[in-house]
């Protein structure tokens, strides 16, 4: 981000957090520049962390000019607001808004909340849950480019295209073929990869796998 006028925005994360992911991917589409600050989460959480977010200490944390915005969406809002001369990731129609706000709530209660099995549960079960979740994200996108529709990329599409990282390790764990299983998801996901603030902010597939692993052999599960 060098170069670009300072906006006063430093982010808190993680490198490996969709969450994280997340808002690094809004602030590139919106062309902001920023401080990133990676916090060691595995080594101790730094005192920066623990007082811009007391309540959850987790990451990701935006600070702008002395303020503190966290959780993920709500940052995405945040900065929709904040910088409204920017693009917006949110529709202007109030309906188009609230089926964003839904889809986006769906994403990490469903896709996030199934996906962190793969590193929380000892005993895998079938990918079963997660083939239907995806599957009805699927039927949402229908034969559109991105969930965005005429919008465009925006705010729905920045907060699930994080987790198609993720589509590897639900192929080694749960034998779960997205290709095979929402092909138009799939589609999606190689179209959002062509954009550069999705390619610049998201790590491998198999660097994603590698540290699921790691956290299944620190838990004792492997």
């Keep these: 981000m060098a170069g670009e006028k300072n906006v006063g925005l430093v982010l808190l994360g993680f ?3 969709p969450f ?18 990676e916090e060691d989460l595995l080594g101790g959480k730094s005192d920066l962390l623990l007082r811009s977010n007391p309540v959850h200490k987790k990451i990701p944390v935006l600070l702008h000019d002395g303020r503190t915005i966290v959780e993920s969406l709500i940052v995405l809002h945040y900065l929709d607001e904040t910088f409204p001369d920017t693009r917006s990731l949110l529709p202007a129609d109030p309906s188009e808004r609230a089926r964003a706000r839904f889809w986006a709530d769906y994403v990490d209660n469903k896709v996030h909340g199934c996906g962190a099995r793969l590193y929380k549960e000892q005993q895998l079960q079938t990918g079963a849950e997660m083939v239907e979740i995806l599957r009805t994200l699927e039927e949402e996108l229908g034969d559109k480019e991105f969930f965005g529709g005429e919008h465009g990329f925006g705010f729905v599409d920045v907060a699930l295209v994080p ?8 192929h080694k764990y749960w034998g779960l073929s997205v290709a095979d299983v929402a092909p138009t998801l799939a589609a999606w996901a190689a179209r959002c990869m062509k954009r550069e603030s999705v390619s610049k902010s998201l790590y491998s597939p198999e660097k994603v796998y590698d540290f699921i692993a790691g956290m299944r052999n620190y838990a004792g599960f492997e």
């Design 15 to 17: 490198w490996v957090s």
């Design 20 to 37: 994280v992911q997340r808002c690094r991917i809004a602030l590139a589409e919106k062309g902001l520049p920023y401080e990133y600050v």
């Design 163 to 170: 987790f198609t990282a993720w589509f590897e390790s639900f």
